[in-house]
């Protein structure tokens, strides 16, 4: 079984602020880590993803990620936030694809609000 | 590489009528899923394909629910006698065969909104 907790369903910050959004996941297997964004009225774009290797993971848009195995955590980040960034994220977790299905679990979403 | 395409994207129907969404996954993906995202949460798995097989169907899929994927490319999800509570986007999503990272990561598309009055 596999979940995913992301606290704070709203998050605000100031332009050019730190971005700090937190996602601990659970999963009996070795986890694969996702965050997607999705903007008003549109599907999920990929921001970052984990598999294996180096736990500090960089996206686009200037984000980045970093797992931490020991506190179960994959907490999305960005030194400074642009009115760009403000959207919906999603925490996602899958474990290690058997016979080809990668079962992905989504959190509740995190609405980031930047503030002039 | 033109991405997951979904139509219609918006639907708006009457209770009890049947609509059909179709799904078009990136070409050299040969896994489909459904998902569904009502306000306010994250999306929820509904069903999954492998080519022209159904592996997988959630507890959501209801009786009132049907995918396929005829062909093993695109997929419909058909919902018979909607209800209010179908009110939802539906995401389709596809990846191609776990072969090292990439295999692991699923690719959505934009989405169908349904609304039932």
């Known amino acids: 079984a596999q979940s995913v907790t992301q606290l704070g369903s709203h998050v605000s910050v100031s332009e050019g602020a730190l971005v700090l959004l937190r996602c601990n996941y659970s999963?009996?297997?070795?986890?694969?880590l996702f965050w997607y964004v999705q903007y008003p009225n549109q599907g999920l774009q990929l921001l970052l993803k984990y598999t294996t290797g180096a736990t500090l993971v960089k996206g686009i848009n200037g984000f980045e990620a970093e797992f931490k195995k020991s506190e179960t955590s994959f907490h999305l980040t960005k030194p400074s936030a642009h009115m760009s960034d403000a959207a919906e994220y999603f925490c996602?977790?899958?474990?290690?694809?058997?016979?080809?299905?990668?079962?992905?679990?989504f959190g509740i979403g995190t609405k980031l609000q930047v503030i002039p | 590489d033109t991405g997951v395409s979904q139509n219609p994207r918006h639907k708006i129907t009457k209770r009890g009528q049947n609509v059909t969404f179709r799904c078009d996954p990136i070409?050299?993906?040969?896994?489909l899923y459904w998902y569904r995202q009502t306000l306010g949460q994250g999306p929820e798995f509904l069903t999954y394909?492998?080519?022209?097989?159904?592996?997988?169907k959630s507890r959501l899929l209801s009786d009132r629910f049907s995918a396929e994927r005829p062909k093993g490319s695109f997929s419909t999800l058909e919902i018979q006698r909607t209800e209010q509570g179908d009110s939802a986007m539906y995401l389709c999503?596809?990846?191609?065969?776990?072969?090292?990272?990439?295999?692991?990561?699923?690719?959505f598309g934009e989405g169908s909104w349904l609304t039932v009055v």
């Open positions: 999503a596809s990846s191609s065969p776990p072969q090292g990272a990439e295999g692991n990561t699923i690719y």
């Open positions: 394909f492998q080519n022209e097989a159904q592996l997988e």
């Open positions: 999963s009996s297997v070795p986890p694969y």
């Open positions: 996602a977790v899958s474990g290690y694809p058997s016979g080809g299905y990668q079962k992905v679990t």
């Open positions: 070409s050299e993906h040969n896994r």
